[in-house]
């Protein structure tokens, strides 16, 4: 069937809306009406090529919509459902059997290969030509797409799917690197470095798990007066005040747990030394591959910190998705405040207010 899709030709170029073709779902998959999509800062570095994703592609990969077709061997979707679209995973390797799927080893293929495991693609263009798909499982950027059941989370039928997307990526990650892997304790601390859409949910992670002192980091004042309003205890403007004497002077010695969403390095290094004694930093900010960062080796040893890389939110997203939603409904968890929404033929704006701090977290609607 005929398509509108959003697609990516070439670095740094805003998108296209073309008509392509969509393919058949294979016997595994399903193909989904998508309603709504968030934009992750990930669309916009691999628009522009950080990391080699061929193009031409349809990106994407905060989609929520409506199931309109299913694969023969599909189990437990059908028709009419409700669902949020979250990462691939291949659901066989020793990581996604031992309950960490966002780590599967074959993560990058599936996520980022953007052609199906056979070399094919769901999409291709007018003239016959091949058009990258399954971007992160997904290809949301498109009025249907074909998905692998297996990424697929099933949510109400009375869910908001306008807002449920951004819970696939973006909010998953922040929420899910405090909730399932820096674990706060309640009447803790955390510094966040960076106020965009992954560092709020994972404020708004730490509030709900009762941490008690909450510090957000960033260069832009506007974000962090949104950070107050939204929660945070303190917030520091790295441009005016090194943090680290800030995190310090405010906690006496360092925070029990910290989250970088920037993928700066210098900030890598902050965050590292921002920590307490036995304290446990993220890192969930996006580098170019290859990007290093200073870590003073010599004195963090004494510190016994922790430091762990996330992906996702380390989530299993079937079953953390679900539990996101509950906290939203229960007001314990509003990330829909983070959300502006813009129409399908408004994407690159919607990009464009994205990367200039305008928007926290855009959400297309088809
Ligand atoms: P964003 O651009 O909206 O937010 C980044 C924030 O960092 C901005 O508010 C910016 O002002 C701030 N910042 C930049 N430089 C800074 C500095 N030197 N000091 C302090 N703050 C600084 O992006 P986002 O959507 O919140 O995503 C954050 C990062 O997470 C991106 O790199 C994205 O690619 C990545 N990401 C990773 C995963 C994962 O699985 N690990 C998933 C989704 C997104
Ligand atoms: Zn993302």
């Known amino acids: 069937m005929k398509t509108r899709a959003a697609i990516s030709k070439a670095p740094h170029e805003p998108l296209v809306i073309e008509e392509v073709e969509v393919d058949e779902p294979r016997s595994d998959e399903v193909r989904v009406r998508v309603v709504a999509s968030g934009i992750c800062h990930t669309d916009a570095i691999i628009r522009d090529q950080w990391y080699p994703v061929p193009q031409p592609v349809v990106l994407g990969h905060e989609g929520a919509g409506i199931v309109e077709q299913v694969g023969a061997e599909v189990t ?10 979250g990462p691939s995973f291949c659901g066989q ?43 992160f499982g997904q290809s949301s950027f498109a009025e249907h797409t074909n998905v692998v059941a297996r ?60 941490v008690s002192t909450i510090i957000m980091v960033d260069i832009v004042d506007e974000r962090l007066k949104f950070a107050e309003e939204l929660g945070a205890t303190h917030v520091v403007n790295s441009q005016s005040a090194d943090p680290v004497e800030a995190i310090k ?10 989250l970088d969403t920037t993928g700066v390095p210098a900030v890598f290094s902050q965050m590292t030394k921002s920590l307490g004694i036995r304290g446990h930093g993220a890192l969930v900010g996006a580098a170019k591959l ?10 963090l040893l004494l510190s016994g ?10 989530a299993v997203p079937k079953e953390f998705i679900p ?44």
């Open 305 to 314: 910190i922790n430091v762990s890389m996330v992906i996702e939110g380390d």
């Open 93 to 135: 390797c020793e990581q996604c059997l031992s309950g960490h799927p966002m780590y599967c080893t074959n993560f990058y293929d599936q996520n980022f290969g953007v052609r199906r495991t056979d070399g094919s693609t769901a999409f291709s263009a007018a003239d016959g030509t091949p058009v990258g798909s399954h971007f």
């Open 151 to 210: 990424s697929i989370v099933k949510v109400a039928d009375d869910a908001p799917l306008d807002l449920l997307g951004p819970l696939g990526c973006g909010i998953m990650t922040g929420a899910g690197a405090v909730l399932n892997v820096l674990r706060p304790e309640a009447g803790g601390s955390i510094a966040v470095f960076g106020t965009g859409a992954v560092g709020m949910a994972g404020m708004l992670a730490a509030k709900a798990a009762g």
């Open 290 to 299: 290859g990007t290093e960062a200073q870590f003073d080796i010599g004195t």
């Open 249 to 258: 002077d405010i906690t006496g010695a360092g925070v029990d747990y910290a």
């Open 323 to 366: 539990r996101l939603i509950s906290l939203h409904q229960q007001g314990l968890f509003p990330f829909d405040k983070l959300t502006k929404t813009y129409g399908f033929d408004e994407i690159n704006t919607a990009f464009d207010d994205s990367a200039k701090g305008a928007t926290l977290k855009p959400i297309i609607t088809y």
């Open 76 to 85: 437990g979707l059908e028709v009419g459902d409700k669902v949020v679209l």
